[in-house]
C-alpha cells in the first residue's frame, strides 16, 4: 500500500470563489474552482493521508467521474514538484517514507509512474545511505530527496538494488517482503529517482546522462547540501552551536615562545608610491619560477602585513570579531598562516605560524620529515623539483565558523580562502614576487606538521611564495 501526504507544516487554506490554497513556509499552490471532491481529497493529504485509490473513491462520492482527471493531474503534478511525500506500508507498519521536499520544485526533480516490470534497474551512483537517530536513510543529491527506511526488509531490498535487477527478479522473498510490498518500495525509490535504468558496465548509470556525466558523487553533493532548497536542514546563520558554547576567539594565543618580530611597511609610503591597482591586475599571473637570491625577511614581513594582519577589533554579542585587508564571511576570520619555510633571509628553515594581531612569526618546529614534505608536495604541484622559499598553508579553526553557520560552513570558508588567495595574488604582483596558489595539499601531513587536530583546525588551501628569477624594483 503507498499512501500520500502533505508535508509537516503544510495547511490547507479556504479563499474566496472556491479556491483552495496550499500553503507552505514560503510557498504555495492554489486551486480555482475546487470541487467538493478536490477539497475533501486535499483535507485528507493534509491529514492522515491516503491512498491513490481512496482519494479517487472520495472524490467519486462527491463529485462523479468528470473530476477525476483533474485530480490525478494535480496528484502527479505535487509528487513530481516534491509537495506530496508518500509512505510504502504493510500490514506491520510501515516500511519506507519519503519525505516531500522543504521547498517544492515546479520544474519537476522527483517523477511520477512507475518502473517498468522488464527493464532492469539499479540504484543511482548519487544515492547514499547515512544513519539518522535509529534509522537508515537514502538521499540522493540529484532531487534532494529523502527516503527514511524503517524496516529491516526495506534495507535489504535497498542493498539488492546495488546491482540490476528487473521488478520481476527482484530478490523479494529473500528480503522477506510480499511482491506487492518490493514493488511500492521500488515507487517510491523511482519517484525519487534513486532508481534508474541499469546502462552497460563503463556508461553514466543515471537517465540524464551527459550532464551528470560530468559531476563527480562527492561534487555533486557538496554543492547540493551547501546551498538552499533542497534539504530539510536550517541553513545559513543560524548559530547552532551557541550558548552554552562560546565562539571561538577572533585571534589563538602564541603557539610558542620562540617569537620574529616582522617588519611593517609605511603605509602612507604604499599609498603614494605604490604601483596603480590596474596594473597590479593585469599583471597578476601565477609564477612558478624564483630567482637563486631567496626572499628577504622584510619582503616577508611586508607581504603579510599587507595580506593578513588584524588592523582592528571590534565586540560585540557574539564576541570579539575582527578586520583584516581581506574579506571574510560574517568577519569569521577563521584562516590561520602557516608557513614551511627553506628559505629566507636569516630565517631558520622549519614551520611557523602567524599572529595576526601581534604580526609576528611564533617558530613551531625545525625542517622536520613531515615539513620537508609540505614542501615537497608543494613543489609537485608547481611542477618543479625545488620547493617554493616559503609556503604558506591556510589552515582553518572550524569551530569559529560552524558555531554560527549551518549547511555552508564549509563552502563559505573555500569562498574565504578565496579571497585570501586574491589578495596574497594582488599584493605579490604590486611587490614584484612570485605568487602561486595551489590546487591541493595533504591536511594529514599538515596536521602531523603542526600538531593540531584535523578535525579542529588543519589545511584548506596551500600557497607558494618567492623571490622572482628576474626581480624588479617593487614597492614594499
Known sequence: ???????????????????????????????????????????????????????ADQLLEHDGPAELARLYYHLDEWRSSGVLGAVAASSTGALATLAPLPVPNPSGPLQTGEPAPDIPYILSPFAYLRRVDDELMVESSTTGARILLHDPRARLLCMALVSAHTREALPHAACGLSRDEADDLCAVLHQARMLVPARPTGQPQDEHEEPLARWQFHDLLFHTRSRMGRHAGGYGGTFRGAAPVQPAPALKAPMSSTAVDLYRPELERLCAEDISFTRVLEDRRSRREYGTTPLTEQELGAFLYRVARERATAAGENGVSSDRPYPSGGASYELELYLSVASCGQLAAGLYHYHAGEHRLYYLSPMTPDVRALLEDAARALGRHEPPHVLITLAARFPRVFWKYESMGYALILQNVGALYQTMYLVATAMGLAPCALGGGNPDTFARASGLGRFTETSVGEFALGSPPHPRPASG
Open 1 to 55: 500500500m503507498l499512501k500520500l501526504f502533505l508535508g509537516p507544516g503544510v495547511s490547507v487554506v479556504e479563499l474566496a470563489e472556491q479556491q483552495l490554497a496550499i500553503r507552505g513556509a514560503g510557498w504555495q499552490f492554489v486551486l480555482r474552482q475546487a470541487s467538493r471532491g478536490l477539497g475533501h481529497a486535499v483535507r485528507a493529504l493534509a491529514g492522515a493521508g491516503a491512498t491513490r485509490e481512496e482519494l
